[in-house]
């Protein structure tokens, strides 16, 4: 059988007076009057049919009865303030597992961090770079950023942002060894961060035939290839997100003013069954909140954007050698 609770408001009444020590403290923290107040306090003890306070002069104390009372009427109040406020700020503590592709957050990510923890100083974060579309539906992982085509099926899953992909090197090895047509390329290491296909892509673009013969590296993601490239190991592939700040703090150059449109794109993804949690929506909400911030600022893809310009946006421009060029041995 449920047991029966005295009324709220008197119970409120109470607890703001015997903390006060005072009528008037009490109505004025509830904003209601002296008289208020009195009447809530006798309606409490006419349901108690006990006496919870005695005056002696000016002086307002408890009964034995009101002191009993008190820390279990305080406890309540604080446990509800404590839920309520849990309720109310829901986004604003917690923990995540995040996994994203290893160059955006070395390049990108990573840079943000801070905003991100001033926003949701509460909400801690447990970072893993991986391209894996699996972990959209592991139990460990919360959120994934994914680079792909986007068909992955049974889950939450938005478009985050395009990608133009363009040449990069550092300028220590061009000052050694200048790029000035696109026959140069002949001369250098070509750096890949996937199997060759977005370099295929750029090549077929920039109508650069045959490859094979130059001397190339693979690596297992674009952000090794980029770190390659600027220790000036060769060329590699950047793009206006992850290379954009490496261009403006001039760690890297682009040696052909060419720019092509990715194939692939960054995706933000999880399972449906966490998507609406107030953690995961505060750090996809900020995701998309920060790359819009960067494209109103243009800034720091500005740095690539002046440099670069895209084939498909300039189809008459070409590389600085305007005619079809084949790489091959010497």
């Not at 961060?193 to 130059?214: F, M, N, P």
């Not at 953690?279 to 670069?308: C, G, H, K, N, Q």
Request: with cysteine.
């Amino acid at each position: 059988m449920t047991q029966r609770l005295p009324p709220l408001n008197p119970l409120r009444a109470f607890e703001a007076t015997a903390r006060n020590r005072s009528l008037t403290k009490a109505a004025k923290e509830l904003c209601v009057t002296h008289g208020a107040i009195s009447h809530q306090i006798k309606a409490l003890e006419n349901s108690l049919q006990v006496k919870l306070f005695k005056r002696t002069g000016q002086r307002l104390t408890l009964t034995e009865h009101g002191a009993e009372l008190l820390p279990s009427v305080t406890s309540a109040f604080e446990e509800i303030a404590t839920a309520t406020a849990r309720m109310t700020r829901p986004a604003k503590s917690g923990s995540l597992s995040i996994t994203c592709v290893s160059a955006l957050l070395s390049l990108w990510l990573m840079p943000r961090l801070a905003s991100f923890t001033a926003r949701y100083p509460d909400i801690r974060l447990t970072l893993n770079a991986a391209n894996d579309p699996a972990a959209i539906h592991s139990p460990d992982v919360d959120i994934a950023i994914l680079y792909g085509d986007g068909s992955w099926t049974d889950c939450w899953l938005k478009l985050w942002s395009h990608l133009d992909l363009f040449p990069i090197a550092s300028p220590s090895l061009i000052n050694n060894k200048p790029i000035r047509t696109a026959r140069d390329l002949a001369e250098h290491t070509i750096l890949h961060g996937d199997g060759g296909h977005e370099w295929h892509i750029w090549l077929t673009a920039a109508d650069v035939r045959g490859i094979s013969g130059v001397q190339q590296h693979h690596f297992s993601d674009a952000r090794l290839a980029i770190e390659a490239a600027l220790l000036g190991h060769g060329i590699a592939l950047g793009d206006t997100l992850t290379a954009a700040s490496l261009l403006t703090r001039g760690q890297v150059i682009v040696p052909f003013k060419l720019a092509v449109p990715a194939v692939d794109a960054f995706y933000v993804a999880c399972s449906n069954d966490v998507r609406s949690t107030p953690a995961v929506d505060a750090f996809i909400d900020w995701l998309f909140s920060s790359i819009e911030e960067d494209d109103a600022r243009a800034e720091p893809m500005i740095a690539a954007r002046r440099t670069i310009r895209r084939a498909q946006q300039n189809p008459g421009v070409q590389h600085t050698e305007s005619v079809p060029v084949e790489l091959t041995e010497s």
